[in-house]
């Protein structure tokens, strides 16, 4: 059971904005930046927002990252197909001293 | 360009022994910090240790203390892992990746930025009878 909370599936059709949320605690979320991550089927996971809200080179601007308190949130504006994928949220704890992964949402595009 | 390449990986029995390696390329490897990710099959990510860019500090996951060690050769840029005691339930691919920068003088601190911006192409460990 992981620390970090995520639902774990999402859905929207093609053009639609979707969020996916992360909670956590105080010694995680509450206190660090959370970075969130895509897996695609095959292919090693890919940084997709870091410290929060910042994008890496080469994901688009539709991808945004926020959060408030014990919780995060990703969101991705005019959906696309290729953005059918599984989403993980993580964060460092200062408790556990270690890093912490959500049990990730699949994300699916109708 | 910035890459990662694991190898080791392989099909072992329960009780046994495996050692993984991490070459880096691209970037300076002595002054980036190293996580282990693993994913087992059909499930999530699961972060299993980080070794600092020294060496000098090490961090492990509960389902993995006491049965990994984390090493570094940072004048050859690679890292290991070495695997003891291995369970079943240790099949997973296995990731290095490359964690937060520490200058001359200081490195973040690990709560404001661990890193994760690059990964292996990963290395598949099955421990089976």
């Known amino acids: 059971q992981s620390v970090l909370t995520q639902p774990p599936s999402a859905s929207g059709t093609p053009g639609q904005r979707v969020t996916i949320s992360c909670s956590g605690s105080r010694s995680n979320i509450g206190s660090n930046s959370v970075n969130w991550f895509q897996g695609l089927p095959g292919t090693a996971p890919k940084l997709v927002i870091f410290r929060n809200n910042q994008r890496p080179e080469g994901v688009p601007d539709r991808f945004s990252g926020s959060g408030s308190g014990t919780s995060a949130s990703l969101a991705i504006n005019g959906l696309q197909s290729e953005d059918e994928a599984d989403y993980y949220c993580a964060a460092w704890d200062d408790s556990l001293n270690r890093v912490l992964f959500g049990g990730g949402t699949k994300l699916t595009v109708l | 360009q910035e890459q990662l390449v694991e190898s080791g990986g392989g099909v072992v029995q329960p009780g046994r022994s495996l050692r993984l390696s991490c070459a880096a390329s691209?970037?300076?490897?002595?002054?980036?910090?190293i996580h282990w990710v693993r994913q087992a099959p059909g499930r999530g990510l699961e972060w299993v240790s980080l070794i600092s860019h020294d060496g000098s500090k090490k961090y492990y996951g509960d389902s993995v203390k006491g049965r990994l060690t984390l090493s570094r050769d940072n004048s050859k840029n690679t890292v290991f892992v070495q695997m003891d005691s291995l369970r079943v339930e240790d099949t997973a691919i296995y990731y290095c990746v490359k964690g937060r920068y520490c200058g001359r003088s200081s490195c973040y601190p690990l709560g404001y930025y661990y890193g994760m911006d690059v990964w292996g192409q990963g290395t598949t460990v099955t421990v089976s009878s």
């Open positions: 691209g970037f300076n490897l002595s002054t980036y910090d």
